[in-house]
C-alpha cells in the first residue's frame, strides 16, 4: 500500500499503530543487505558468518533501542541530524548528517544495481542497466509526487519473504549440501563486516516509529526491540538454505554483480523459487527505495531549507551519476557504506544517547541504564571497522 505524504492512516493500521511501528522498522533494516550476505558469509565462513551476524545484528538491537530513548527523552520532533545538533552541537549534526547521506546514497545506489540485475533476470531480455533506468523512472516518479509505502506494505512484504524463505528451506531441502558449509578463511576475515553491517542499519526509521506510535509511546522499547530482532532470524535462516543450496564455488562462477543470493538461486537452486524470491526482493528493494529517498530529501528539506525540486535533484542525481559511471559494484557498495556510515552512525547514537541522558527535556517512557561499557566496545569495534574500510580503499 502507498500513501500521499502526510496523509492519516486509516482502518486497520491506524487502529494497530504497533504493528505498524515495528513493520516501519523493519521494512527499513531489510533491504539489499539480506541479498548480498549469503555470498560474503559463503567466503569467510558460516559459523564465523553466523557469530558475526548475531554480534552485529544484536549491537544495533541495542543501537536503536540507545536511539528511542533519545527520541523520548526530547520534547521536538527531528530527524537524527536534528537530535545530533541539539545534544552535540553543530559538529554532531554535521558527521550525523554526512553519516546519514553517505549510508542513503549507498543504499540507494546498491538498490539500482540490485533491482537492475534481479529484473533482467526475471524478464530475461535486454540487459541490466535498462532496467535499472526503468526502475529509477518509476521510482522518481513516485517520490516526487511525495507517495511513500506505508506500514501495511512492509508488513505484506515481510510476511511474504518468511514465506518465501520457508518454501525455499522445504523445497531445496533435498539440495542443500553441508559440504558447502565452509570454515573459516582466514584472508576473507573482514569481507562480511560491511555487508553485514549495512544489512542492520534501521536507526533513521526510530524516529518515525515514535511518530507512528502517536500517544503509545509506552510501546516503543517493545516495538524496537521486536523491529530489531526479526532481522536477525531472517538473516539467518536466508543465509543457511541459499548457501547450502549454492555454495561458495558456484558463487564465484557468477559475475560479481550476480552473486546476488536470489540471482544465484535462480541459477543454481529450484528455478520457480528463484523467480518468487527475485520478484520478492524487487518489491521489498522497491519500498526501501522509496522509503530511503524520501527521508534524505525530506532532510534536505526541513533540516537544510532546500526546495523541495532542489531536494529531489540533490536526493536522486548521484546514484543515478554513479550507475551510468558504473563507478562501483552491488558488494563494494554495500561494504563500504555498511562499514563507513554504519560506523558513524553507531558512535553518534551512543554519543548522543550519553549526552540526552543528562540534557534531555522530556521523561522517556523507558530508561535504559548507561552501558558505558559496552557504548566503548560499540564504538572500539565501529572505529576499527572504519580504519580497515578506509585502508582497503587508499592503500
Given amino acids: 500500500m502507498l500513501k500521499k505524504r502526510g496523509a492519516p492512516i486509516t482502518g486497520f493500521f491506524g487502529k494497530h499503530k504497533f504493528a505498524m511501528a515495528v513493520t516501519t522498522l523493519i521494512g527499513t533494516i531489510v533491504g539489499a543487505g539480506i541479498l548480498g550476505i549469503p555470498y560474503v558469509v559463503a567466503k569467510a565462513g558460516i559459523f564465523y558468518g553466523f557469530v558475526l551476524m548475531i554480534a552485529i545484528g544484536f549491537a544495533f538491537v541495542f543501537l536503536n533501542l540507545f536511539a528511542g530513548e533519545v527520541v523520548l527523552r526530547t520534547k521536538k520532533q527531528y530527524q537524527l541530524t536534528g ?5 552535540l552541537g553543530r559538529t554532531g549534526k554535521r558527521i550525523m548528517t554526512f553519516s546519514m547521506v553517505f549510508n542513503i546514497y549507498g543504499a540507494l545506489t546498491a538498490y539500482l544495481i540490485g533491482e537492475g540485475q534481479t529484473l533482467f533476470f526475471i524478464f530475461g531480455a535486454g540487459f541490466p542497466l535498462l532496467y535499472t533506468l526503468l526502475f529509477f523512472a518509476v521510482t522518481s516518479f513516485i517520490v516526487y509526487k511525495g507517495i511513500k509505502a506505508t506500514g501495511r506494505a512492509e508488513l505484506i512484504l515481510i510476511s511474504l519473504l518468511f514465506l518465501v524463505v520457508i518454501l525455499i528451506g522445504i523445497f531445496s531441502f533435498r539440495s542443500i549440501d553441508t559440504h558447502n558449509f565452509t570454515p573459516l578463511d582466514l584472508s576473507y576475515f573482514f569481507l562480511p563486516y560491511g555487508v553485514i553491517l549495512f544489512a542492520f542499519m534501521g536507526s533513521p526509521a526510530i524516529p518515525e516509529v515514535q511518530e507512528v506510535l502517536g500517544q503509545e509511546k509506552k510501546k516503543m522499547k517493545k516495538a524496537i526491540i521486536i523491529g530489531s530482532v526479526i532481522p536477525i532470524v531472517l538473516y539467518l535462516l536466508f543465509t543457511i538454505i541459499i548457501i547450502g543450496v549454492v555454495g561458495e564455488g558456484n558463487f564465484d562462477l557468477l559475475a560479481p554483480n550476480e552473486r546476488i543470493a536470489t540471482i544465484a538461486l535462480s541459477v543454481y537452486g529450484h528455478p520457480l523459487l528463484g523467480t518468487l524470491a527475485n520478484l520478492l526482493a524487487v518489491l521489498s528493494m522497491f519500498t526501501s527505495f522509496l522509503t530511503l529517498s524520501i527521508a534524505l530529501a525530506e532532510m534536505y528539506e526541513y533540516d537544510y531549507l532546500f526546495s523541495r525540486r532542489k531536494a529531489l535533484l540533490f536526493t536522486l542525481s548521484l546514484p543515478l551519476i ?41 521523561k522517556p517512557e523507558y530508561v535504559l541504564g548507561k552501558h558505558a561499557f559496552l557504548g566503548s566496545i560499540l564504538m572500539l569495534m565501529f572505529v576499527l571497522g572504519m580504519v580497515y574500510q578506509l585502508k582497503m580503499i587508499f592503500f
Fill in 83 to 87: 537530535y545530533a545538533e541539539k545534544y
Fill in 322 to 362: 554513479i550507475i551510468l559511471f558504473n563507478a562501483t559494484t552491488f558488494f563494494t557498495v554495500l561494504g563500504l557504506t555498511g562499514a563507513i556510515a554504519g560506523g558513524l552512525d553507531g558512535i553518534i547514537i551512543t554519543l548522543m544517547y550519553w549526552k540526552a541522558k543528562k540534557l534531555g527535556d522530556r
